[in-house]
């Protein structure tokens, strides 16, 4: 079974702090996806990386960094946490887009107060 | 603008009846269209998904149709059960292009007993 874990699950972070949500995957897949899901705006996509120092804007990438360290991990980095941020954020990964689903993480819940 | 749109934010429907989700995208480009199924507080989870070369795809009580000069998709669920009341979340991508999906911003579908 395909495996994305996430940390923390759950963070309260305050306004202008820094905040660092953590994915790592044990599928050997080389792209890797973050996204966020608010009610009314289904999934959309933050940022995404093709493999180990690769990353790549999605289409709200604004306010948000990205960092692949190695192939197993992938960090979305929020420098300076706005209350907009607050959302449940999904990491997933996967191979060529036809050739393998993309397998996503349980998600962590973020509360920027 | 929206790229991939599910206009219809909920459904209801029958136990042992037909449920009809639907989908639209803009992009000539897409070739890779998938169905995802969202519970709460739970990560989505692919359902189904379909190339181009096809117009349609059948996986037990599932079946997606694909109408290419319509720029339209479907997710038939026959024998519909309670177990089937979640959040489904349409996907679309291009496989020659970037290796990320568009999705939707996802449809509830209620099965009353």
């Known amino acids: 079974e395909a495996a994305v874990t996430q940390s923390p699950r759950n963070k309260v972070a305050v306004t202008g702090g820094k905040v660092t949500l953590s994915c790592n995957q044990t599928n050997n897949h080389n792209n890797m996806y973050w996204y966020r899901q608010d009610t009314g705006h289904g999934l959309r996509l933050i940022h995404y990386?093709?493999?180990?120092?690769?990353?790549e804007k999605g289409d709200i990438p604004d306010g948000y960094k990205a960092s692949r360290p190695s192939q197993e991990n992938f960090s979305l980095i929020l420098e300076l946490a706005t209350p907009s941020q607050t959302s449940v954020y999904f990491c997933?990964?996967?191979?060529?887009?036809?050739?393998?689903?993309?397998?996503f993480g349980p998600g962590t819940r973020l509360l920027v107060l | 603008g929206q790229q991939v749109k599910q206009s219809s934010p909920s459904l209801t429907v029958q136990e042992g009846g037909i449920s009809i989700l639907n989908c639209d995208y803009e992009n000539d480009m897409f070739d890779y269209f998938a169905w995802y199924k969202k519970y709460p507080d739970n990560s989505p989870t692919l359902l189904i998904s379909v190339r181009s070369n096809v117009d349609k795809r059948e996986d037990g009580r599932l079946t997606v149709f694909l109408n290419k000069s319509g720029k339209h998709f479907s997710l038939h669920i026959t024998a519909s059960q309670p177990e089937d009341t979640a959040v489904y979340l349409c996907a679309a991508g291009d496989t020659e292009g970037a290796d990320r999906l568009t999705f939707g911003k996802g449809t509830q579908l209620i099965i009353q007993p």
């Open positions: 997933a990964s996967g191979d060529r887009l036809g050739q393998d689903t993309q397998y």
């Open positions: 990386s093709y493999g180990a120092g690769s990353t």
